[in-house]
């Protein structure tokens, strides 16, 4: 399929048909489903469902056997993996992958690089424009350093820093370049009660003050509920229910899933 660009009501991203298997085993198949600009979509499925690998092919870590992705009228199978942030899909990790010694400053201006324009020649000999990149990066980091609240921490290196504030950095990095469409890989794992409360008023935040579209991978239910607009479900590999999480949570397979019987 090749690119065209996005009209009007077009879904940010539609994941068609994507199959995946590692020998034996049928990871996804056939999962298909529309994300729309300016929506929360949820992704939940019991252990082994295969939200990862979903989320893999997503970020292009993995190529599917048979179906298409689009993302911004982007046939995103067609390029390789360093593309995809330049096409405005960021991510965060579950793991903190941030640079532990650098301050949490640094971090964010790196993530805030890793959109921006730049080249190595006019970087090397300061041309203006280069100049200009570097305010745009300075601004932009410092941006998120105010959303997130992380002003009190912005000197410090990450590493000693609680693992919910290296997490909220990690946030901090993916946005600071600007994604259109951010993509959360469980980002309430290790949370206490208090920071899931907070995370979930921070998603919201991204979605309706900064206008990202959001796609969260997430095993917390409390939090997939409270922020998604839409929850696709799968199971084995395949998709057994999407829609408004009210429904999602009454429906009868999904809840066979779960508790391994119906209600
Ligand atoms: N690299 C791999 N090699 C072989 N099998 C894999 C690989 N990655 C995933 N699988 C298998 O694919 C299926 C889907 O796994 P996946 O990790 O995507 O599920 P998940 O929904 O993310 O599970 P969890 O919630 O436990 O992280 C599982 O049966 C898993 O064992």
């Known amino acids: 399929m090749g690119d065209r660009a996005p009209a009007d009501g077009d879904p940010i991203l539609r994941v068609d048909g994507v199959t995946v298997r590692f020998g034996g085993v049928v990871a996804l198949d056939g999962v298909s489903f529309d994300l729309k600009r ?14 990862t690998t979903l989320f893999n092919c997503l970020s ?12 911004e009228g982007i046939d995103i199978l067609a390029h390789p993996a360093h593309r995809i942030a330049r096409f405005g899909m960021g991510r965060t990790f579950q793991n903190v992958a941030a640079f532990s010694t650098l301050s949490v400053f640094d971090n964010i201006r790196i993530g805030a ?44 290196p990450i ?27 469980e980002p309430a794992a290790g949370l206490n009660h208090d920071e899931i409360g907070e995370l979930a008023s921070l998603i919201r935040q991204i979605r309706d003050d900064l206008g ?47 508790l391994g019987h119906a209600a």
């Open 60 to 71: 292009r870590l993995y190529t599917p056997k048979s179906g298409s992705i689009t993302f």
């Open 212 to 258: 990202i579209t959001v796609l969260l991978v997430e095993h917390h239910m409390g939090l997939v509920m409270s922020v998604s607009d839409t929850v696709v479900v799968l199971n084995f590999g395949r998709k057994i229910a999407e829609g408004a999480p009210d429904a999602v949570q009454q429906n009868p397979a999904v809840i066979e899933a779960y």
């Open 159 to 185: 590493a000693g820093l609680p693992f919910g504030v290296q997490k909220r950095v990690e946030l901090a990095r993916a946005l600071a370049a600007r994604p259109t469409l951010l993509l959360l890989d």
């Open 113 to 156: 690089h890793s959109r921006g324009v730049s080249d190595p020649l006019s970087d090397g000999l300061r041309l203006p424009r280069c100049r200009r990149n570097e305010d745009a990066v300075f601004e932009a980091a410092s941006d998120i350093v105010d959303i997130l609240s992380l002003g009190s921490v912005a000197d410090l």
């Open 38 to 51: 300016g929506e929360v979509l949820g992704l939940i499925g019991p252990n082994g469902a295969g939200k």
